[in-house]
């Protein structure tokens, strides 16, 4: 049985920062991140290999966000610097044989943190 297990969202100034944090029980796989703010869809943030080695962000985030991974761990990070307002959303990790930005293409998912950034 696999499981996804976020923590760290929480309330932040703009121009702050967080880090989020996603426990994998079970296999590894390719991970990745996505947020989904109120009415709207859920969308990508970045994605990494399963080894780690190729990392893949949106465009809204790139420069400012982080990902990466404690393959002993098991355990999948978000580094988030610079947040802005329209950051907010609740955040999602997901796991999946390939590192997309496709959500289609993750089996499982965490059950989601909040982000709450205000200006």
């Known amino acids: 049985q696999v499981q996804l297990v976020e923590s760290g969202g929480g309330l932040v100034q703009a121009g702050g920062s967080l880090r989020l944090a996603c426990a994998v029980s079970?296999?590894?796989?390719?991970m990745g991140w996505f947020r989904q703010a109120p009415g709207k869809e859920r969308e990508f943030v970045a994605a990494i290999t399963w080894s780690g080695g190729s990392t893949y962000y949106a465009e809204s985030v790139k420069g400012r966000f982080t990902i990466s991974r404690d393959i002993a761990k098991n355990t999948l990070y978000l580094q988030m610097k610079s947040l802005k307002p329209e950051d907010t959303a609740v955040y999602y990790c997901?796991?999946?044989?390939?590192?997309?930005?496709?959500?289609?293409?993750?089996?499982?998912w965490g059950q989601g943190t909040q982000v709450t950034v205000s200006s």
């Open positions: 079970g296999r590894s796989f390719a």
């Open positions: 997901a796991a999946g044989v390939s590192a997309v930005s496709f959500a289609s293409r993750y089996n499982y």
